[in-house]
């Protein structure tokens, strides 16, 4: 019934934009600014990206600026579909505030745990992260912890699955894609483990500090 009710409430409304949630408007908003900026100013992607610690292009801020920094229209595209499907609901079950921190905890840790990974691997040439993916997956991990029997419908497959299976099966898809080193494969897949890892240790973190959420 508290999933209903939540879904109920961040679609009723006249205004398609006053239904969206400040702070994941605001989040859909910059990340399309900057992409735009991206086309038209290709070098800006090389002081925006997120380097590998070695390569001599790395700097802290990187850590935030990749996870709003996209070039390809698909990449931008599913990511700000994802935020806006499962973010304007964590944002209004949470608050602002705990919404950003964790949207935020969860980008710069996904950026943290790709960097470890290229670091163990001897990777130190530029190898360029980009894109909101991490902090995604951490929104999708704690939509699945919070409404876990909440029924998800993929792309063309008109068939429900719960969030709680749904989290797990996609997390173990890019466990696997990220051991397998596929040649051709750019895709971060740890930085994606990355974001679900840090929102599964700050949701932990919140809920021994007996804050009121709704764990299943």
């Known amino acids: 019934m508290l999933n209903k009710k939540i879904t109920m409430a961040y679609y009723q409304g006249n ?20 992409w735009l900026a991206c086309l038209l ?35 931008i595209f599913f990511n700000m579909f994802a935020l806006f499907m499962f973010g304007g609901v964590l944002e209004n079950y949470w608050g602002q505030k705990r919404y ?6 969860t980008g710069i840790g996904a950026g943290l745990v790709q960097l470890l990974v290229l ?13 909101a993916s991490g902090a995604i997956f951490g929104l999708l991990l704690a939509f699945g912890m919070l ?5 998800l419908f993929l792309f063309f497959v008109p068939i429900p699955i719960k969030a709680k299976y749904f989290v797990i099966g996609y997390g173990l898809i890019e466990f696997f894609f990220g ?7 750019n895709v971060a897949h740890f930085a994606h483990l990355g974001g679900m890892l840090f929102g599964l240790i700050l949701i932990l973190l919140w809920r021994r500090k007996r804050k009121t959420f709704n764990f299943r």
């Not at 205004?15 to 900057?34: A, E, G, K």
């Not at 950003?100 to 905890?105: A, H, K, P, Q």
């Not at 130190?124 to 980009?130: A, G, L, N, Q, S």
């Not at 051991?179 to 494969?185: A, K, L, P, V, Y």
């Open 15 to 34: 205004s398609f934009y006053n239904n969206i949630p400040p702070v994941t408007r605001n989040l859909l908003i910059i990340n399309v600014i900057v």
């Open 147 to 151: 409404f876990p029997d909440t029924p």
């Open 119 to 131: 670091y163990l691997n001897g990777i130190f040439d530029p190898v360029p992260t980009i894109g």
């Open 179 to 185: 051991i397998s080193n596929r040649s051709g494969d």
């Open 41 to 75: 100013f290709r070098n800006l992607v090389g002081y925006l990206a997120l380097f590998n610690y070695g390569s001599g292009f790395f700097n802290i801020y990187q850590l935030v600026t990749y996870m709003f920094t996209h070039v390809d229209f698909t990449h």
């Open 100 to 105: 950003l921190t964790y949207y935020m905890v």
